[in-house]
């Protein structure tokens, strides 16, 4: 009689009726998994039997020369370049390789592009709450109303990014730097477990690029998000890198602290060349 | 109030509708208060026949609402808003035709006068039920929403945009204008149609239906002004102003961006159908010159007077350019076309934002045109 009851109340919510906003299984370690990924564009290996793997929570900065497979990497793993051979795993549960790009995206890899496209005649608020994981077809977005939960999550955001003292403000008259962040932030309104950044530090100021530094390093934690950057100012990836991987002709040639990796001789001569610091200058 | 609700009441509280709805509620009182109080004699006695004037200047303001919806919050320049008006004016002119009945020149108690003259012996089918005024009413906003609806999911799903979409537009009308052009299309070929006698039994000579067709027309208005609000000022009116500026980027959010942009097209389309509808009886016609794509131009020129992307600024430059094509065409008609290009150049190169930005500086407190908005002020009433 109790259970009949159980069953009848209808405060109680059943597990299996709480929508999976994170399905991703991370139990066995890795959230992102490559094994022997290999793609070639007319008999050009632009991605060459790639390895590599990504921690829950981690922070990885990814470096190569030009054509070294980087953003042919963020392809296959975004979906939009389909490999030839090897595996793709996010979590120990979902294969990537058999998810088109939108099944992706909602699975929680959200990818920043280098050049940052806001809504200029939108408010900084306003970005966000279109940004906003909610019911995007028309009815529900002609009749959305901004819940108190909404509210908090859209502060929390604006917090994280640096922005909430401009938050009404048109998004056009925000500087260059503030325009990466707020596209971090519309990213991270869609709750990602794995950011995908491409160099996000092009163009910005020394005090711009501290503050992207300490917005990155914040992001990334065990239960939070996983991130990915692919940069080329090495101080940039000195100042944030736990983990640095070096590509060189679509496989990885090191990888390890910043300290291994510009001290490998392997790399010093396909990439550094001369002394990094210099580089970084 | 009920959550599905809400953003219909949204633009009564703001301050700029209330201001817009204010003015325009006092301009139908006062007018019907000089119409009809003071003698014909006084000299602020406003004749009938400006009244009929003036409804129809309101009436070409809710058309140019309803292009400003598109064009100024949705990226969308219609060149051929004109149609979706027509449409809307014919589906009202058969209605009034068929209530003419025995009393036409030839007295054939169905069939209207120039299908007697063309010698045909029944009513088309697609005039049948237009005797009827709900079905014609019906018909004023599905006979315009469903070409819209058509042609905009053809061409937003072919992601036809810009200035392709403006010249196919434009091609719409004109392909409508020289199809009921044709007397075989039975809407009364060049002529149209017109001599109407009755709207729900009121005769339309009267001096109190016209007095009441103005107040109607002024009354849509306000209606549609505050509908275009309320989806302006809808999470769903962002995500139009979104697709206007980056529309790459509001598909990657996941906004499936044709369906708003149909969406809000047809929305506009009916607007516009209604429009049409007040505009027939008033002027006592409707032919296929309403059709042509010099006059669909023409609105969005109005528009861009006014102000895009305000609603206000619309209805400003659509009541502006009317009467002073009322004016000039009475003192020299040759010279409007000039005037109205000319008047065009000049508020493109002084005033970018057309009158309405004009009215927006002034009234602005010099403070806040320097210092951040107040951060409270436009969120503060939207989770309500």
Not at chain 1, 102 to 108: F, H, K, T, V
Not at chain 1, 211 to 224: D, N, P, Q, Y
Not at chain 2, 45 to 54: E, K, R
Not at chain 2, 71 to 97: K, R, T, V
Request: proline share 4%; hydrophobic share 50%; glycine share 10%.
């Amino acid at each position: 009689m109790n259970l009949l009851h159980s069953l009848a109340d209808r405060d109680r919510v059943f597990d299996f009726l709480v929508p999976a906003t994170s399905p991703v299984d991370v139990r066995h370690g890795p959230i992102l998994y490559l094994e022997d990924v290999t793609v070639s564009f007319d008999g050009f290996k632009a991605i060459d039997e790639l390895n590599l793997t990504i921690d829950d929570g981690e922070l990885r900065c990814i470096i190569g020369p030009n054509g070294a497979g980087k953003t042919t990497m963020m392809d296959i793993i975004t979906g939009k370049t389909r490999p030839d051979r090897g595996s793709v795993w996010f979590g120990s549960r979902h294969d990537l390789l058999a998810m088109n790009e939108p099944q992706i995206a909602s699975l929680g890899i959200g990818r920043k592009f280098q050049k940052p496209t806001v809504f200029e005649a939108l408010t900084v608020f306003e970005n966000l709450e279109l940004a906003m994981a909610a019911d995007k077809r028309i009815l529900p977005t002609l009749t959305a109303r901004l819940t108190g939960e909404f509210r908090d999550r859209i502060d929390e955001v604006l917090a994280t990014i640096g922005l909430s003292e401009l938050r009404q403000r048109p998004a056009g008259i925000l500087s260059h730097g503030q325009k990466q962040w707020l596209e971090i932030g519309m990213l991270l309104m869609q709750r990602p477990r794995l950011l995908l950044v491409d160099e996000p530090v092009a163009g910005m100021t020394e005090q711009e690029m501290e503050r992207t530094a300490e917005l990155l390093t914040g992001l990334a934690g065990k239960g939070k998000q996983s991130v990915v950057v692919v940069e080329h100012d090495m101080g940039f990836v000195r100042s944030i890198a736990r983990t640095v991987t070096v590509l060189h002709q679509g496989s990885v040639l090191a990888e390890g602290s910043m300290d291994q990796v510009s001290g490998d001789p392997r790399v010093v001569e396909v990439y550094l060349g001369v002394d990094p610091d210099e580089e970084a200058a | 109030m009920h959550s599905s609700t809400a953003w219909l009441a949204r633009p009564f509280r703001e301050r700029a509708t209330q201001l817009f709805l204010g003015i325009l509620l006092a301009a139908l009182a006062t007018v019907t208060l000089l119409n009809l109080a003071l003698p014909a004699g006084h000299p602020l006695h406003i004749s009938t026949y400006t009244v009929t004037l003036l409804g129809k200047y309101l009436s070409y303001a809710l058309l140019a609402v309803a292009v400003d919806l598109v064009w100024g919050y949705l990226g969308i320049l219609s060149l051929g808003h004109g149609a979706f008006f027509a449409l809307g004016g014919y589906a009202m002119g058969m209605y009034l035709m068929r209530q003419i009945g025995d009393r036409g020149t030839y007295g054939d108690p169905v069939l209207p006068d120039f299908m007697v003259f063309l010698d045909w012996d029944s009513l088309p089918w697609y005039w049948l039920g237009f005797d009827m005024a709900w079905f014609a009413f019906v018909m004023v906003l599905l006979a315009p929403g469903l070409l819209a609806l058509v042609f905009g999911f053809l061409a937003f799903r072919s992601r036809v945009t810009g200035v392709y979409l403006s010249i196919i537009t434009q091609a719409l009308t004109f392909a409508l204008m020289l199809a009921f052009f044709r007397n075989e299309m039975g809407f009364g070929g060049n002529n149209g149609l017109t001599d109407f006698k009755e709207l729900l039994g009121f005769d339309l000579r009267s001096d109190a239906t016209r007095l009441g067709l103005f107040l109607a027309t002024g009354i849509a208005l306000a209606l549609g002004y505050v509908l275009c609000r309320a989806i302006v000022a809808s999470k769903l009116g962002r995500v139009c102003v979104a697709t206007r500026d980056a529309e790459a980027r509001t598909r990657f959010l996941g906004y499936r961006v044709e369906r708003f942009q149909l969406f809000v097209f047809v929305v506009s389309a009916m607007l516009a159908g209604v429009a049409g509808a007040l505009y027939v009886p008033q002027v006592g016609i409707i032919n296929p010159g309403e059709f042509s794509p010099i006059f669909s131009i023409e609105i969005v020129l109005w528009v861009a007077l006014g102000g895009r992307a305000t609603l206000y600024g619309a209805v400003i430059g659509a009541i502006l350019v009317n009467y002073a094509k009322t004016v000039f065409t009475g003192v020299m008609p040759d010279a409007w076309l000039f005037a109205l290009g000319g008047l065009f150049v000049l508020v493109t190169v002084l005033l970018p934002k057309g009158i309405s930005g004009l009215l927006a500086y002034r009234l602005t407190p010099r403070r806040l045109q320097r210092e951040p908005a107040d951060p409270s002020s436009p969120h503060r009433e939207a989770s309500t």
